[in-house]
């Protein structure tokens, strides 16, 4: 018999019924099991006091225990419980396992590392709590879950739990109670030296953690998963159940509308040619919002304000917006610094309405793409297989300039062999895919840029090609990357790693292989870290001016530097448009007009005689023509010497 002194316990079946019970045994009432209600009013961290009552004919025994009340619990079953994987596809699911445990630890619904199948090679995959608030000082987390990962003796790959009590800004390994499996091998992305489970756990187990926080203050918790760069046939990690004891899902705020991201301009771009700011912002508040100011500001050299535009937006609770400024022409080379902030009145939360990023104005540009500064994997130009074939994919918002693409190098992080790496075959596209999924490549559409050895002369640093075939970009599409590493003898010591960073979905894909080419590539988000050289001069002139023209560029004029008094400027349109084509001198002011008008596709070619729009002849010095049309926008610089 069960009885509970708690004003906010109600026992609705107080019996249960074990059956016989043999000497020096233990049973279950699984079958029979007792059965509370509890107030939805029970205060948080309330213990609750029960007596276990046992009768056995004319024997009775009683035992006292108590039990706290858990005031969080997200068993996964109507919704996935506001958790956030990272990467934000292929990794962390939720919904019905179909491989590892096949089940679920209650109900069908679990979060898994992969639910179908098994997890790849170099996983960094984060699963983040939503906020949670500590209502009792050391709250427990408790959760069930199955795993099976590569490590016995060396743990390659596993998981641990973290915590973060600064809005995830930095993370911190908590233990559980009975501890790890043991320390992850030193290789193993994002895990790598820390404490994990590793092994199997031989079915559905409890996992219980004690807290570092105290009452009333706020935390996340994540699930980390990592693996090294070979894996065998493992299932992963299985999540379900989770359960908090003295601590509540963080209720959101009325009022709370940040800045989540500047999308443009990016690290560089180009002067006199035209820029548009633009923002992300989200509604994180539990109330529609109107009339939000969202202001951005851009500060030049010596602290002097270049631009200053506001615009007044509605947004919708947990909504996200985009937001476009006034369009702004930089004429100055210099180092800026773009402030954007929403200046929501009674915002509960303002450490999130600020984004700050620098931005370069400058006729070339030297764009890295790729945060990380450690982690490292043999691909893209894999020495320990003959043959290596990888693609990526780097963002237009990570690019953020149009241009022509003269140089490209990747970041060799070790490997004490300094041998060339050849043949090495590249090939560049533009392209509107944001994914790239396991399968077959195809050459269709890509350009080849380079073929043949690869600088490999230090043993660490970046390491660069000139492109045979510069390659133009115009800041609309993505840029897609596709490297063959043709036949070279594999060697088993020394070789390359290249950095790379951990992006939120599958940017990239790869296969080795000893005795072919690969054309078979396994998708990872271990995206290698890649350094562009971009100058402001359009792409390369056509070989044959009467092919039939496929992108819009503006050609290096002729001849230039120009002392005679005339030059020629060509440019070509690949599709009719609105075109404009005019002459700026260095501080930005229009000097000349020499087309403004609808025109067809084609080569086009105009010749400037260095006289302004009032027919006088213009000074010495450098100018610019910009080449404009509906869709895109060129420019190049002209020297004028007398």
């Known amino acids: 018999m069960l009885q509970c002194t708690s004003p906010y316990i109600t026992v609705l079946d ?11 045994s233990t049973k279950e009432n699984i079958l029979d099991p007792f059965t509370i209600q509890v107030d939805s009013n029970v205060p948080s961290g309330h213990i609750a006091q029960f007596k276990l009552i046992c009768i056995d004919g004319t024997f009775i025994d009683t035992f006292d225990f108590s039990l706290p009340v858990a005031i969080y619990l997200a068993d996964l079953e109507v919704n996935n419980g506001d958790f956030v994987p990272l990467p934000v596809s292929g990794a962390w699911q939720w919904g019905v396992p179909t491989s590892g445990s096949n089940n679920a630890h209650s109900g069908q619904k679990v979060w898994a590392t992969v639910l179908g199948g098994n997890y790849i090679d170099n996983a960094d995959w984060k699963l983040t709590s939503p906020e949670y608030t500590a209502t009792v000082n050391n709250p427990q987390l408790k959760f069930w879950h199955w795993f099976s990962f590569e490590g016995t003796t060396t743990l390659y790959d596993g998981g641990n739990v973290k915590i973060s009590t600064n809005n995830g800004q930095t993370w911190t390994v908590i233990n559980p109670v009975g501890g790890y499996t043991g320390t992850a091998y030193s290789s193993s992305s994002g895990v790598g030296g820390e404490l994990i489970y590793s092994g199997s756990s031989n079915g559905w187990v409890e996992a219980t953690f004690n807290l570092p926080v105290n009452s009333g203050q706020h935390f996340l918790l994540r699930w980390h998963f990592g693996s090294d760069a070979s894996v065998s046939t493992y299932a992963g990690w299985y999540i379900d159940d989770i359960t908090g004891i003295g601590f509540a899902a963080l209720p959101p705020p009325n009022n709370d509308v940040g800045v989540e991201a ?22 994180f508040g539990a109330l529609n919002q109107t009339n939000v100011p969202v202001v951005c500001s851009i500060v030049g050299a010596g602290s002097v304000l270049r631009y200053l535009n506001t ?6 609770a947990s909504d996200t917006l985009r937001v476009s400024f006034t369009s702004w022409t930089p004429t100055v080379n210099e180092v800026c610094t773009v402030k954007v902030r929403t200046n929501l009145p009674n915002d509960e939360f303002p450490d999130n309405d600020r984004k700050v990023q620098t931005t370069t104005i400058s006729m070339s540009s030297q764009i890295i793409i790729g945060a990380a500064t ?6 893209p130009l894999d020495r320990y297989y003959n043959y290596n074939t990888h693609e990526a994919i780097y963002l237009q918002s990570e690019i953020g300039v149009a241009g022509t693409i003269k140089k490209i190098a990747y970041y060799k992080e070790s490997g004490s062999d300094l041998n060339p790496i050849t043949p090495v075959a590249i090939y560049l596209k533009r392209t509107t895919d944001v994914t790239l999924p396991s399968g077959t490549y195809s050459l269709i559409n890509y ?9 490999n002369n230090l043993t660490s640093g970046w390491m660069e090609i000139d492109l045979a075939t510069p390659f133009q970009y115009n800041n609309t599409d993505n840029l897609a990357v596709l490297i063959l590493k043709g036949n070279q003898a594999y060697i088993s010591s020394g070789y390359p790693y290249w950095r790379y960073t951990q992006t939120s979905s599958y940017l990239c894909r790869g296969a080795r292989s000893d005795a072919s080419q690969p054309t078979s590539l396994t998708a990872t988000n271990s995206r290698p870290n890649i350094r562009l050289f971009m100058t402001q001069t359009g792409i390369e002139e056509p070989g044959n001016p009467t092919n039939p023209i496929t992108i819009t560029a503006l050609y290096a004029p002729k001849p ?8 020629q400027i060509s440019f070509a349109v690949a599709e009719p448009s609105r075109v404009s084509l005019k002459i700026y001198d260095a501080s930005g002011r ?22 302004d729009d009032n027919k006088k002849q213009v000074s010495e010095g450098i100018y610019f023509v910009t080449l404009e049309t509906a869709k895109q926008k060129f420019s190049r610089k002209i020297v004028l010497a007398k």
């Open 590 to 611: 229009q000097v000349k007009t020499l087309v403004d008008e609808f025109m067809g596709s084609g080569v086009k070619n105009i010749v400037w005689n260095c006289r």
């Open 311 to 316: 615009q007044i937006v509605n947004i919708n």
């Open 560 to 567: 230039n530097p120009l002392t005679n008094g005339k030059t």
């Open 447 to 455: 350009v080849q840029v380079y073929n043949g050895a690869f600088p």
């Open 14 to 24: 107080n019996s249960g019924n074990f059956g016989g019970l043999l000497i020096d």
């Open 374 to 379: 450690s982690n490292q994997r043999t691909e």
């Open 262 to 283: 500047i999308l443009s301009p990016g690290s560089y771009h180009f002067p006199n040619t035209e820029m548009t700011p633009v923002v992300k912002i989200k509604n």
